[in-house]
């Protein structure tokens, strides 16, 4: 099989569209539509729909795709494997995502301390909710992610990271501030959340089911996103929210935000990494593993 016309099929559903297909490939758009046909043609199903202003994969180019990128990524492990790429220079490029917890001071800096230790690799990092991240590397648009909530997906493994404490944030002057409270008092007191599929969220809801308590029985003043919006609100003085620790250190640094705990509640977390079922990781992905292991060890 012509991986090229599957490289052309799998730029064409991940751009929806063949002429921004054809520039990430630097080829020419009837380049890419000539590939498609013979893919056509071959399996004798239609596998694009060209009906709507963005071109879809119908349910025989959904089937297509995932195993494309499966051919694709051994093509590339075999090439590597036969140029010894094992040997001399780290290059390449990674492609990781990461939730808004991990996402926000800790994986950056992470990622700017391997490209500097390893300067002919490239990095790409895509921030979005827990359950996109999983979705996303389900389908290997992605080759790691890192979130703070294990979903069940079957389409992926998961595998411990680093240790994240989630506390309840709250203004410096707040009669909370520094304080373990009640359950109790804490219900009363006005609360920000974030989005579904945020996994601090998802960690509050679990800790609080173990209580007999819902999330509608607190007072949920606000929906604000993922974590800097969220974030900012506390420092605005519009409530209380939990929040990633590590998120919170200039803050607290500050004199801006303090720390309290709720008595019951230990929404502690374990980051995770996230890759694909049956993909084996590129030489750059375990290099980079190994840099993160060793730095927060």
Same mark, same amino acid.
């Given at each position: 099989?012509?991986?090229? $016309?599957?490289?052309?099929? *799998?730029?064409?559903? %991940? #751009?929806?569209?063949f002429? #921004? &297909? &054809?520039?990430?490939? +630097?080829?020419?758009? /009837?380049?890419?539509?000539? #590939?498609?046909?013979? =893919?056509? !043609?071959?399996?004798?199903?239609?596998?694009?729909?060209?009906?709507?202003?963005?071109?879809? /994969?119908?349910?025989?180019?959904?089937?297509?795709?995932?195993?494309?990128?499966?051919?694709?990524?051994?093509?590339? #492990?075999?090439?590597?494997?036969?140029?010894?790429?094992?040997?001399g220079?780290?290059?390449?490029?990674?492609?990781?995502g990461?939730?808004?917890?991990?996402?926000?001071?800790?994986?950056?800096?992470?990622?700017? !301390?391997f $490209?500097?230790?390893? /300067?002919?690799?490239?990095?790409?990092?895509?921030?979005?909710?827990?359950?996109?991240?999983?979705?996303?590397?389900?389908?290997? %648009?992605?080759? =790691?992610?890192?979130?703070?909530?294990?979903?069940?997906?079957?389409?992926?493994?998961?595998?411990?990271?680093?240790?994240?404490?989630?506390?309840?944030?709250?203004?410096?002057?707040?009669r909370?501030?520094g304080?373990?409270?009640? =359950?109790?008092?804490?219900?009363? !007191?006005?609360?920000?959340?974030? $989005?579904?599929?945020?996994?601090?969220?998802?960690? =509050?809801?679990?800790?609080?089911?173990?209580?007999?308590?819902?999330?509608?029985?607190?007072?949920?003043r606000?929906?604000?996103?993922?974590?800097?919006?969220?974030?900012? @609100?506390?420092?605005?003085?519009?409530?209380?929210?939990?929040?990633?620790?590590?998120?919170? %250190?200039?803050?607290?640094?500050? +004199?801006?935000?303090? *720390?309290?705990?709720?008595?019951?509640?230990?929404?502690?977390? !374990?980051?995770?990494?996230?890759?694909?079922s049956?993909?084996? /990781?590129?030489?750059? &992905? %375990? @290099?980079?593993?190994?840099?993160?292991?060793?730095?927060?060890?």
């Open positions: 099989m012509d991986t090229r $016309q599957l490289a052309a099929f *799998c730029a064409v559903v %991940e #751009q929806h569209s002429s #921004q &297909a &054809a520039e990430r490939l +630097g080829v020419t758009q /009837p380049a890419v539509s000539m #590939q498609i046909r013979a =893919l056509e !043609e071959r399996f004798g199903h239609r596998l694009l729909d060209r009906s709507g202003r963005r071109v879809e /994969p119908t349910e025989a180019g959904q089937r297509l795709y995932r195993g494309a990128q499966r051919l694709i990524a051994l093509e590339e #492990q075999l090439l590597d494997e036969v140029a010894g790429v094992d040997e220079e780290l290059k390449g490029r990674l492609e990781i990461s939730s808004t917890g991990p996402g926000d001071h800790v994986l950056p800096l992470l990622l700017c !301390e $490209q500097r230790h390893s /300067p002919a690799v490239s990095i790409a990092l895509s921030i979005f909710d827990t359950q996109t991240v999983v979705e996303r590397v389900a389908e290997r %648009e992605l080759e =790691l992610g890192v979130v703070g909530a294990a979903r069940k997906h079957r389409g992926v493994v998961f595998e411990p990271f680093f240790r994240d404490d989630v506390v309840l944030a709250c203004t410096s002057s707040h909370f501030a304080r373990t409270i009640s =359950l109790e008092e804490f219900r009363s !007191e006005p609360l920000i959340v974030m $989005q579904e599929g945020a996994g601090v969220r998802q960690l =509050l809801e679990d800790e609080l089911r173990k209580h007999g308590v819902r999330l509608r029985d607190l007072d949920v606000l929906e604000l996103g993922l974590q800097e919006s969220v974030r900012s @609100a506390v420092v605005a003085g519009y409530g209380v929210a939990f929040i990633s620790h590590s998120a919170l %250190e200039a803050e607290l640094a500050a +004199g801006q935000l303090a *720390c309290a705990r709720v008595e019951g509640l230990d929404p502690a977390r !374990e980051i995770s990494i996230v890759q694909a049956g993909r084996s /990781p590129t030489r750059v &992905a %375990e @290099a980079f593993l190994a840099f993160a292991r060793e730095r927060l060890t």
